[in-house]
């Protein structure tokens, strides 16, 4: 059964930091690359950072600089480190896992940025 579970979503101040993790299970994890999506109220869901099978990385512009994305192919895990959070940032974070055709999705983790 696959399976993606985020965690260490939170409330958080302006500027602030907070660590994104995402526990991948019942796949080749090593094989997908890995994305994190954000949505947020009333808009679509937008793509903010991948890393490919091979460890490249990309960043939407709006996050470059402040978020860093990594893996753990020995621990099936996918973290999103973001640094100078701001009000903008707020939204539902979502781990994400594609190969090929076959996609899968975590149930999400809600980042508030706010004083």
């Known amino acids: 059964q696959v399976q993606l579970v985020e965690s260490g979503g939170g409330l958080v101040q302006p500027g602030g930091s907070l660590r994104l993790s995402c526990a991948a299970s019942?796949?080749?994890?090593?094989?997908?690359?890995m994305s994190w999506y954000r949505q947020a109220p009333g808009k679509q869901r937008e793509l903010v950072a991948t890393?490919?099978?091979?460890?490249?990385?990309n960043y939407v512009d709006s996050v470059k600089g402040r978020f860093t994305i990594s893996r753990d192919n020995a621990k099936n895990t996918v973290l999103l480190q973001m640094n100078s959070l701001k009000p903008e940032d707020t939204a539902v974070y979502f781990c994400?896992?594609?190969?090929?055709?076959?996609?899968?999705w975590g149930q999400g983790t809600q980042v508030t940025v706010s004083s």
């Open positions: 890393i490919s099978s091979g460890g490249t990385t």
């Open positions: 019942g796949f080749t994890f090593s094989s997908y690359a």
């Open positions: 994400n896992a594609r190969w090929i055709a076959r996609v899968f």
